[in-house]
C-alpha cells in the first residue's frame, strides 16, 4: 500500500483513505456486478478471432491472459526471444460488448526472467490498467475495467523500458463491439504489424537478440504481420473465396514504424478509420498509427493472391511487411481481364535513350539446340557443376525457398514460369540448368541487356539482390532442385569467391 | 502483525547468538561512494546521488549459505517463516539448489535477516547501482553501448534456466562478482524508490514503471538494463520471490 502513497500523504493516512473509498465505491457496486451472466473469454490464436457476439445485454467477461517468454522463429533459420500475451505475436484478441465489464487475469509465468503489465487502450482511466497489473514473475494481477466505448484497441505491455517490451512482441488487441453488434461476415482475420530490431541483418541466420541502439535510432531490420517473416505467407496464407464478405482488425503495435496498410488487388469498401465508430468507403491505403488500428471490410471479386502491404515498400520488400490472401473461385474476365503482350511494331519510334553499354552477353545456346533438349533437364548440363555431396538440410531448404519467395517470386513467378516475352523462366530453364555459375553471378551483379532462354527473346534489366552468400548459394539450389530437376550446384565458399572476384 | 514482529526479532536474536559460532567469513569489499548519475534522481532536476562509502559483498548469498543460516535460524524455513513475511512459493528451490548456485525464492524480509545474521543489511539502490555501473576496467561503462549490448543479451535469453553457480566471469573493478547476468537481487529500499518527497515533482515516480510517463521522471532512459531492475523491484511486494531473484549484503 505504501508504495501507491501520493507524496505529502502518511503512509496511514493514504491507506486509511483508500480504504474509505474502496467502500464507498464497493457497496453499491457489488449487487449490480452480481446479476451480471459470466463469461469466460474465449482465446484463439491470430489469425483467427473469437466469434462475434450476439448477447444483447452486458455481461461479466473473464480473461485469462498469460505472459509467456518464448524463442522461436522471426524468419526461416532466424530465431528471437518473443515476449508474448498469451504466446502468440500479436497477442490473443480479446472481444467484447460495449458496457461489459472485463475482469482482466494477467498470469506472469514463474518460468519468465522479466516483470509485465498490460496498458488497454480501451480503459478509461490513469495508465490504462498498467499500474495494477504490474508483476513479477510467478504472480498474477485481477483487473476489473467497464468497457464503456465500443472500438478497436491496442493492449500493451507498459514496463520500462517500454520500448523493449513492444519490440520484443507484447501488444495484441481489445474488440469492443457497439451495444447494437455488427454484421455478420464470411471470415474475419486478426493481423498486426510490428517492427523488430536484431543485432544482425535481415535474416541472418541463428539465434539474434535484440539491438537497443537500432531501436533508439527506430531503424527495425523487421517490419512484419503477426509477428515473423512469413506468418502470412505460403502456407499460413489467409483464405477467401471470390464473392465472399472479409472483415479485418488490422493494428500496429510499433513500437515506432507507422504502417500505410493497403491490400494489392482489392479496393476496402470500409475502413473505419483509426479503429472508431465511423466508416469511410472506397479506400485504397490507410494509415495506421503505433498503438492504434483499424477495421476493414472487403469482398475479393476474382480469384487469385492478394497482397497485405505496408506501402511504404521497402518494408514490404525488404524488411518482410507482406502478407497474403488466397481467392478461390470463378474467373470472370468482366471484372479482371486476361492481358495481351505483343511487340511493338518495327517502324514504331524508338527511344533516344543512350545505347546500353552493357557487353553482349555470352553466347547462349541456339534456339533450336533449346528446343531440342527441350523441358528435360539433360544430366550432362547439370553435371559440369560440381555439386556439393550432401542434398540440402530442411531448415536450408525452407530458408532457400522463403528467400525465393520474397527476393524472386515478384517477377519470375512463385512457380519460377516467368512472364513469357518480360521476364525469363527460372523453372525447366536451358539457360540455368547449363550455367548455373552465371545465375548465381547474376543475383550478385544484376544483369541488363538481351538474353535468350528456352528460346524466347528477353531484354529486361534485374538490379543486383542484396543477399548474403549462404541465401545466394541456397537459393541457386533451390531452383535447381526443386524448379530444375537438378542437384545442388554450389555453395557459399564458391559465391563468396565469386563476390571477391567482384571487389577486384 | 505484533506476534510477527516478535518472532521476526527472535529470529534475528538466534542469529546474531549463532553469529559467534565458526563458519567462513563472507568477504566484503570496500567501495569509495560518491557523485552518481543515477537512473532515479534525487530530484526532479536529475541531480546526481551522493552514495557514501560502504561494504558490500562480492558474491550473491548461495544455497549453500542460506542453507546454514536456516539451519541456524529454523524460524526462517521454508513453512515455518509466517505468510506476512514469504509467500507460498518462498525456498522452493532451496532444497535442490546446487550449493554454489545463488539462493533464489527468497522474500525481502527473509534476505534482510539473513544479512543482519552477518552484520550487515541489504545494500539500498543507490548503493547497488553504483557498484553495478562498473565493468571489470571501469568505474563507470554505462556509456559503452557495447558492455549495455552483453548485460541485455542476458535478458535475450529464455528464462528456463536457473541461475548458474556464482563467480564464472570476471569481477567488476570492485571485485564484486555476478550483478549482471545471473539474477535479480533485492534492496533495502526497493518499496521506496517510487515515492517522491518533493512535491514539485508532480507526478509519484512511481508513474515511471509505465509506458511514456517514465520517459518523465527517468535520468538515463538508454540504460535499458538498469531499467529493467527498477521495473522488477517495482513490481515486487516484500513477501514476494522468484526463480531468479536473490540477494547480497552490504555493511
Redesign the interface.
Known sequence: M???????LSIVSSAALAAAIAMAFVAPAAPAAERLPVVVQELVAPPAVPPRITRTTPAKVVVNLTVE???REIAPGTRY?FWTFGGTVPGKMIRVREGDTVELHLQNL??????H?I?LHSVTGP?GG??QT??????EAEFTFKALAPGLYVYHC?????G?HVANGMYGMILVEPAEGMAPVDHEYYVMQGDFYT?GQYRAGGLQ?????KA?DEKPTYVVFNGADGALTGANALKAKAGESVRMFFGVGGPNITSSFHVIGTIFDKVYTEGGKHFQENVQTTMVPTGGSTIVEFTPRVPGELVLVDHSLTRAFNKGAIGMISVTGEERPEIYAKGIKRPLPADAPMLAAKPSTTPAPAPVPAVKAAKATGAVPTVKAVARAPAPAAAPAPATHLRARAVYDANCSACHQPDGKGVPGVFPPLANSDFFQQRPYEMAHIVLNGRSGELVVNGEHYNGVMPPQDLSDDDIAAVINYISTDMNNGKPVLDAAKVREMRAARSK | MGRAAVRLAAAFAAALVASGGAWAEPAYRLLPGGTLRSVLPDDAAGADVTVAPFQLRERPVSNAEFRAFVARSPDWARGQAPSLFAGPSYLAALADGADDAPVTHVSWHAAAAYCASEGARLPRWHEWEFAAAADATRADARDDPAWLATILAWYSAPGSKVPGAIGQGAPNVYGIHDLHGLQWEWVEDFNGLFVDADSRAGQGKRQLAFCGAGAVSLADRRNYAILMRVALLAALDSNHDGARLGFRCAR
Open positions: 505504501n508504495k501507491n502513497s501520493k507524496p505529502g517468454e518464448v524463442e526471444t514463474a518460468g519468465n526472467k522479466l516483470p503489465n496498458d495508465g498498467a499500474a504490474l508483476i513479477a514473475p510467478g504472480n507498459a514496463t520500462a523500458p517500454v523493449m543485432t537478440n535484440f539491438d537497443m541502439q533508439i
